[in-house]
């Protein structure tokens, strides 16, 4: 059974940095393309940052510069440290891994952390 489980969320001020964790369990990590994704309320989902199965990364235009991701194969984790955090990015964070295996695509998600950035 596959899980992906978020942590490191929470409270913080403008400004400030929180390091998001995604443990994944059940499939094999270093075979997956491994995202963050985020959803504000009343907003659509949307993506924040991947990171391919061979490493390589791409960041939405809005955490550029901000947000790092980065993955351990040996730990099963995928992490997001997040600088410079503004108000706008509040929302719920979710992980999210890939395979596409011949024509199909095996994808899940975790159940999301939320990350509040307010004074």
């Known amino acids: 059974q596959v899980q992906l489980v978020e942590s490191g969320g929470g409270l913080v001020q403008p400004g400030g940095s929180l390091k998001l964790s995604c443990a994944a369990s059940?499939?094999?990590?270093?075979?997956?393309?491994m995202g963050w994704f985020r959803q504000a309320p009343g907003k659509q989902r949307e993506l924040v940052a991947i990171i391919s199965n061979g490493g390589s990364i791409k960041y939405s235009d809005s955490v550029k510069g901000r947000f790092t991701i980065s993955r351990d194969s040996a730990k099963n984790t995928m992490y997001l440290q997040m600088n410079s955090l503004k108000p706008e990015d509040t929302a719920v964070y979710y992980c999210h891994g890939a395979i596409n295996v011949g024509r199909f695509e095996y994808s899940y998600w975790g159940q999301g952390t939320q990350v509040t950035v307010s004074s």
């Open positions: 059940g499939l094999t990590f270093g075979s997956y393309a």
